[in-house]
């Protein structure tokens, strides 16, 4: 019952939900099988990071830093792409596995938990993408570190909760993941070497490795599978024990500690594992027991004014609660919210006449949006505040005509229609940092063509982490404009 976000229409909008499906055993793979089924919910140990479980990790990192040597302190993670709906709509970064090491571009995604890349098994995996990206297929056998990781091993049946039905000697531990947009990937876990920059001085990185378990996906379902945003893979930065993340923090290579930038104005932005030390922010805790960076919405305000909602309305539960997912494009809203948000913004424009394409609330306005309305805020629980600026919330689509980045739950799925999921919109241009050794979610408004300084935990040296951007490199500039489709009515009624 991972809250299934409601799912987009659009390809560019992988919600990334992390829903459970059952066994598929024979389904995908003839002759015997295992697959695992991921957990609805994760089963955090008490007091991750601060109790008794994370003075056992940190004496664990501490032991696997003497016997290699060497602590890893910070990671540096090239960003590319632009996560508005009329460009590429995510962002990605670039992973180099196995070795030799080959690299492989892979969505960043905050709403799930692991990592996989398209196998070398798949037959109707896209070689190329829409993003002007040379996709590569991996191959376990090319790689003289790749190895299978079979379903009697310790990671599949911690993964899966024990020992999965099927599970003989020699049977691939397989996973199953559908995401909240209701694409698919279906593979088998392997061991590979992962290379990542590891952050040595001020902008400056070297290459360093770590034995982690990804997924091989052989089958891709829904947009995975061809969309001309294709990509490798997707990179599951949940807090799950299965992410590459913790995966590196086991072996204490990394703090639990990672950020990001998304930079809407030139696209990319900055993407880094280590303690931020520069910009700080203030942060507010995440709900325990969630599976996905849950955290306590209290109210919003549009211009000033708080708007009259029901007192639980965001009260975190089974099927409320609010998300923050870079995985996903744009902002839901539960309908309520959503009407009394648009009324706010609206509100010193009563003549304006709206369009709807595809989806989106479109009109037209001649001046400049951040003058002509109000910003809204979200507060959080402590006392932290989500600053969205007109330029944010709406997002140009041609000359003059702005569209609505927010969007009605309710219009979306039955299962997230009261969920509040935060998007790519409205993360963007803020350093949004996740402390999960302190179970905190923070962010402050940031220019993410700049840089940040990341802690050595080590040395206590600090670093600076600078802004990429991937696509920037590329020839090719993804800019479509939403087709109008029908034109002409007004769709912000009172209730
Ligand atoms: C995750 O890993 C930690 C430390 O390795 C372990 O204590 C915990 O039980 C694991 N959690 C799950 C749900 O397997
Ligand atoms: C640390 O972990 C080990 C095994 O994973 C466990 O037996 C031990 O009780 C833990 N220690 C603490 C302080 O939690
Ligand atoms: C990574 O591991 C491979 C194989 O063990 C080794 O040959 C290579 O030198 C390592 N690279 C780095 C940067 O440590
Ligand atoms: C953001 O930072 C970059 C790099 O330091 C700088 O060139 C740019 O002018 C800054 N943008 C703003 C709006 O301050």
């Known amino acids: 019952m991972a809250p299934p976000p ?48 994370g003075a056992n990790i940190s004496a664990l990192r501490a032991h696997d830093g003497t016997r290699h040597g060497r602590l890893l302190a910070a990671a540096d993670l090239p960003l590319g792409g632009l996560g508005l709906p009329t460009d590429t709509g995510l962002y990605y970064t670039e992973v180099k596995l196995g070795t030799p090491p080959k690299r492989y571009y892979v969505q960043v995604d905050t709403g799930s938990d692991i990592l996989w890349v398209n196998c070398i098994t798949c037959e109707q995996c896209p070689r190329k993408s829409g993003l002007g990206l040379d996709l590569t297929l991996y191959d376990p056998k090319a790689s003289s570190t790749g190895s ?39 593979g088998s876990f392997v061991n590979d070497a992962l290379q990542f920059d590891q952050v040595t001085g001020d902008g400056q990185t070297q290459p360093a490795n770590a034995s982690v378990i990804f997924g091989c996906g052989a089958q891709q379902g829904g947009d995975l599978g061809s969309s001309s945003q294709a990509l490798d893979g997707i990179l599951g930065f949940g807090e799950a024990n299965t992410s590459m993340l913790s995966q590196l923090a086991t072996a204490g290579k990394v703090k639990k500690i990672f950020a990001h930038c998304l930079d809407t104005v030139k696209g990319g932005g900055i993407f880094a594992i280590g303690d931020v030390v520069q910009p700080k922010v203030k942060t507010t805790p995440l709900v325990a027991d969630k599976p996905h960076y849950n955290v306590n919405l209290k109210t919003i305000d549009v211009g000033g004014t708080t708007l009259e909602l029901p007192t639980d309305i965001f009260k975190p539960d089974d099927k409320k609660g609010t998300i923050i997912d870079s995985g996903t494009t744009l902002t839901y809203l539960p309908e309520l919210v959503f009407k009394k948000v648009m009324l706010a913004v609206f509100n010193k424009h009563q003549d304006i006449t709206f369009h709807d394409v595809q989806d989106f609330l479109c009109f037209q306005y001649p001046g400049s949006v951040d003058d002509g309305f109000p910003t809204i805020t979200f507060h959080f629980e402590d006392d932290l505040a989500l600053h969205v600026y007109p330029h944010e919330y709406f997002f140009p689509n041609g000359n ?90 007004s769709d912000i009624s009172q209730e």
């Open 400 to 489: 003059d005509v702005y569209c609505v980045g927010f969007q009605n739950g309710a219009l979306q799925s039955k299962d997230g229609k009261d969920i509040v999921l935060m998007g790519d919109l409205v993360l963007s241009n803020k350093l949004v940092v996740y402390d999960l050794e302190n179970r905190v979610i923070g962010w402050t408004d940031y220019n993410c063509s700049s840089s940040i300084k990341i802690k050595d935990d080590k040395t206590g040296t600090t670093s600076t982490v600078n802004s990429h951007d991937l696509s920037s490199g590329s020839k090719f500039h993804w800019h479509m404009s939403l087709v109008l489709l029908v034109t002409m009515h």
């Open 148 to 186: 299978t990781v079979m379903c009697d091993q310790g990671f599949c049946a911690a993964t899966f909760g024990g020992r999965l039905p099927k599970c003989s000697a020699n049977v691939p531990c397989e996973y199953s993941v559908t995401y909240g947009d209701g694409s698919s990937t279906v």
């Open 6 to 53: 409601p799912p987009p229409r659009r390809a560019a909008l992988l919600l990334a939900g992390l829903l459970l499906l059952l066994a598929l055993a024979g389904s995908a793979f003839p002759g015997a099988t295992a697959t695992g089924v991921f957990q609805v919910r994760r089963k955090f140990p008490v007091g991750v990071g601060g109790g008794a479980a």
